[in-house]
């Protein structure tokens, strides 16, 4: 049941707002102060730092953990597993394969960040395609096949990682390594807009498509008989998740958690109604991956620890939390 409709506008106009602050604000944290001065009179250096770094991380942090958030609260549903994160399913660790292979083999070098991005990309892509016909029986898709066929294709593209990794070169071990501990980086300026424009369009389709979420989160059998799809459901969902994480783990890498806790502590604080549940996952999921990058430049200035890194340490011990208590119950 979906909480009054003040409370709702409120929830929403509330994560929205600090969405809009995150954007606003963040960018002026760093390591170095910002010359207000320079940066009206738009001279550099601080004028580039701003907009050419900062900027950009900022955005890319709004967008990427609204996304990993998005896609958690949604395999969440589906899987009816409090614990379901973007990673579950393998398509993100098909896409850290890819990565990892594209960096071994020096795309990098020839199209830089262009050539990690479209290893992840192929990566993930096979992954979906191995995990779908795995899933399918007869025509028909299960939300448990799913998780089954993610989590066996998960731990073959970890071994396969592991297995790549061990040889590399010095150079290759160390970018790799970097890698996949996940962070943000400034990217291009056209890169941003093309990624930004990838997950608003794909978080609208799944945000609207949220009854069809509460039908599933209740159970299949129950969904079918008040008239859900359940097979095509499951496919556009499925679709959609590994969309979001895929291409956010080709610009970030395989930043942990945010899927998890995001989705799980709003769904206890809101209820389970993923048409509240959802906008207000994407837009606070932004917030916690862009704060986490502004920590990690500034906490250890000048040196920088990884968003990926502060996600861990956020999401490991909120983890063993709720293993803990679904354990006493």
Avoid at 100 to 108: G, N, R
Wanted: charged share 10%.
């Amino acid at each position: 049941m979906l909480m009054p409709r003040i409370s709702v506008a409120r929830w929403i106009g509330g994560s929205a707002l600090l969405f809009v602050l995150a954007g606003c604000l963040l960018p002026f944290v760093g390591p170095s102060r910002i010359d207000w001065g320079l940066v009206l009179q738009r001279q550099d250096p601080d004028w580039s730092i701003l907009m050419d770094l900062r900027l950009s991380r900022t955005l890319l942090g709004l967008f990427a953990g609204g996304a990993l958030a998005l896609a958690g609260a949604l395999f969440q549903s589906m899987l009816r597993d409090a614990l379901a994160t973007p990673y579950t399913l393998g398509v993100s660790t098909g896409a850290s394969l890819g990565a990892v292979m594209a960096i071994a083999l020096d795309w990098h070098t020839v199209a830089g960040v262009g050539g990690i991005w479209a290893g992840a990309l192929c990566g993930a892509g096979v992954i979906l395609f191995v995990v779908m016909g795995t899933a399918t029986r007869h025509g028909q898709v299960s939300s448990s096949s799913l998780l089954l066929a993610g989590v066996a294709i998960n731990s073959v593209c970890a071994a396969l990682i592991l297995l790549v990794h061990s040889f590399t070169g010095i150079s290759q071990s160390f970018a790799i390594s970097r890698w996949l501990i996940g962070g943000l980086d400034a990217v291009e300026r056209p890169t941003l807009m093309l990624y930004a424009g990838v997950v608003a369009c794909m978080s609208l389709l799944v945000v609207r498509q949220a009854r069809q979420w509460n039908l599933l989160a209740v159970g299949e059998a129950w969904a079918a008989t008040r008239g859900a799809h359940v097979r095509r459901a499951l496919v556009r969902g499925y679709l959609a998740g590994s969309v979001l994480a895929a291409v956010t783990v080709a610009l970030t890498g395989p930043i942990g958690f945010v899927g998890l806790v995001v989705p799980h502590l709003l769904r206890k604080r809101l209820g389970g109604d993923d048409r509240l549940l959802m906008p207000c996952a994407f837009l606070l999921g932004g917030v916690l991956l862009a704060g986490c990058d502004a920590i990690g430049r500034t906490i250890l200035a000048p040196a920088e620890i990884p968003a990926g890194a502060i996600t861990a340490f956020i999401g490991g011990p909120h983890l063993i939390w709720v293993v803990r208590r679904g354990g006493t119950r």
